[in-house]
């Protein structure tokens, strides 16, 4: 995904994920995930269980939770 093409569609500041991108580092290190330079997100295959995390960190309403409040419990 093209973060930056992706905030320029939707009328937001290009390093709007920026803390986001941060965040997975944890998965980067892991080898699921490969952030560019460019901030092209490419999720690797073995990330196929991790996918719901990743993905959270990207949803404002879910991240801005308290984790006690969380209903299900990913893998």
């Not at 920026?18 to 092209?40: A, Q």
């Not at 719901?52 to 960190?57: K, N, P, S, W, Y």
Request: aromatic share 6%.
């Amino acid at each position: 995904a093209d973060i930056p093409a992706i905030c320029r569609k939707h009328g937001t500041k290009e390093n709007h994920f920026d803390t986001v991108l941060t965040n997975l580092n944890v998965f980067m290190e892991k080898n699921m995930l490969v952030i560019s330079k460019e901030k092209t997100l490419t999720i690797m295959p073995s990330a196929r269980l991790a996918l719901r995390l990743i993905c959270a960190e990207f949803d404002a309403y879910f991240s801005n939770m308290p984790k006690k409040t969380r209903h299900a419990k990913a893998v």
